[in-house]
């Protein structure tokens, strides 16, 4: 197995490094988390680029409202500064804000040994340049114990299908689909006369799904859900289970999802667990500018051609239906 740190350090040496000179600062992970990958980093940059300064942010700005607040969320953005989140390390640390909120750069260090970029501001990359294979990276190193760790949100998904009103006879796509754990309800609710498609960009978590024997309820399909391998007007069901906050661009995303949707269908957002709940689990509060509020969403959809119909978002579900104008 590759080093994992080395990969993604010399991703962002790549990107960051025709920018020079400027300074990197890094917050958050867990202890010494920051001060290791700071000093990572500046070993990636080419000898040419030594006019770079690396630098870690190893204490806090200080108390703040119910706990502590990143460095990062007091150092505004500058063309000759950049802001690298690590996110990780004692959860609850941080307050609203959770270190990300001005940060350029997004780390998940939950795993020391297995950092994954989660984002970068357009302004430095490209999605192109790390997002297929750094949501690759995320999720190969988790596939194996996916069912395991998960199995059981299952009835929390047959519920999900069966409120997205899948007909028999419907074409319906799981965007996402990890291990497939929608796929059986999906194949039930639209029976031999209909067609389901689970699409999934990383081939380990299809790979799952095919052990569990998930394979015989779909087709499986290892694709971009920014680019989707389907026809246009093609398909009358959308699922699509924690997609939309792995996208980089929701707007892009949900533009895609509509061009395969025929005029009338549905897109059913689903999670097994609340967004408040799920920003525990992560250690960070929820923002309102969050795509998946209630408040965000609904105009987000109307400009990308799908027009809400239902909004839930309670303590052990998240469920938004919409549907194709």
């Given at each position: 197995?590759?080093?994992?740190?080395?990969?993604?350090?010399?991703?962002?040496?790549?990107?960051?490094?025709?920018?020079?000179?400027?300074?990197?600062?890094?917050?958050?992970?867990?202890?010494?988390?920051?001060?290791?990958?700071?000093?990572?980093?500046?070993?990636?940059?080419?000898?040419?680029s030594?006019?770079?300064?690396?630098?870690?942010?190893?204490?806090?700005t200080?108390?703040?409202?119910?706990?502590?607040?990143?460095?990062?969320?007091?150092?505004?953005?500058?063309?000759?500064?950049?802001?690298?989140?690590l996110?990780?390390?004692?959860?609850?640390?941080?307050?609203?804000?959770?270190?990300?909120?001005?940060?350029?750069?997004?780390?998940?260090h939950?795993?020391p040994?297995?950092?994954?970029?989660?984002?970068v501001?357009?302004?430095?990359?490209?999605?192109?340049?790390?997002?297929?294979?750094?949501?690759?990276?995320?999720?190969?190193?988790?596939?194996?114990?996916?069912?395991?760790?998960?199995?059981?949100?299952?009835?929390?998904?047959?519920?999900?299908?069966?409120?997205?009103?899948?007909?028999?006879?419907?074409?319906?796509?799981?965007?996402?689909?990890?291990?497939?754990?929608?796929?059986?309800?999906?194949?039930?609710?639209?029976?031999?006369?209909?067609?389901?498609i689970?699409?999934?960009?990383?081939?380990?978590?299809?790979?799952?799904?095919?052990?569990?024997?998930?394979?015989?309820?779909?087709?499986?399909?290892?694709?971009?859900?920014?680019?989707?391998?389907?026809g246009?007007?093609?398909?009358?069901?959308?699922?699509?289970?924690?997609?939309?906050?792995?996208?980089?661009?929701?707007?892009?995303?949900?533009?895609?999802?509509?061009?395969?949707?025929?005029?009338?269908?549905?897109?059913?957002?689903?999670?097994?667990?609340?967004?408040?709940?799920?920003?525990?689990?992560?250690?960070?509060?929820l923002?309102?500018?969050?795509?998946?509020?209630?408040?965000?969403?609904?105009?987000?959809?109307?400009?990308?051609?799908?027009?809400?119909?239902?909004?839930?978002?309670?303590?052990?579900?998240?469920?938004?239906?919409?549907?194709?104008?």
């Amino acid at each position: 197995m590759p080093e994992r740190i080395s990969e993604v350090t010399a991703l962002l040496a790549e990107v960051l490094a025709p920018r020079a000179p400027l300074t990197v600062i890094v917050d958050g992970g867990g202890p010494g988390a920051a001060a290791d990958f700071a000093a990572r980093l500046a070993a990636a940059f080419p000898p040419s680029s030594r006019a770079w300064s690396i630098d870690a942010v190893l204490g806090l700005t200080g108390p703040a409202p119910g706990g502590f607040d990143s460095a990062l969320n007091v150092l505004e953005p500058a063309t000759d500064q950049i802001l690298v989140y690590l996110r990780g390390g004692p959860r609850n640390r941080f307050t609203a804000g959770d270190g990300e909120r001005r940060a350029q750069v997004v780390i998940d260090h939950r795993d020391p040994g297995w950092p994954v970029i989660r984002h970068v501001h357009p302004s430095l990359a490209d999605p192109d340049r790390w997002y297929l294979s750094e949501s690759r990276a995320f999720f190969t190193a988790r596939a194996a114990n996916w069912d395991r760790t998960f199995g059981d949100d299952l009835p929390a998904y047959a519920k999900a299908v069966r409120e997205a009103g899948v007909r028999p006879g419907d074409t319906v796509l799981d965007v996402g689909c990890g291990t497939g754990r929608a796929l059986p309800a999906l194949a039930g609710a639209t029976g031999p006369s209909g067609r389901v498609i689970g699409l999934d960009c990383t081939p380990d978590m299809l790979a799952e799904a095919c052990r569990a024997g998930r394979n015989g309820a779909a087709t499986l399909v290892v694709g971009d859900a920014r680019r989707l391998p389907i026809g246009a007007a093609t398909v009358d069901v959308i699922f699509a289970a924690g997609l939309i906050n792995h996208l980089p661009d929701p707007v892009a995303g949900l533009t895609e999802l509509a061009r395969v949707t025929r005029a009338g269908g549905t897109l059913a957002m689903f999670h097994p667990v609340g967004r408040a709940a799920l920003a525990t689990r992560h250690g960070r509060t929820l923002r309102p500018d969050e795509a998946l509020g209630e408040g965000r969403l609904a105009p987000l959809l109307a400009d990308t051609g799908w027009m809400l119909t239902s909004y839930e978002d309670g303590d052990d579900r998240f469920l938004a239906l919409a549907r194709r104008l």
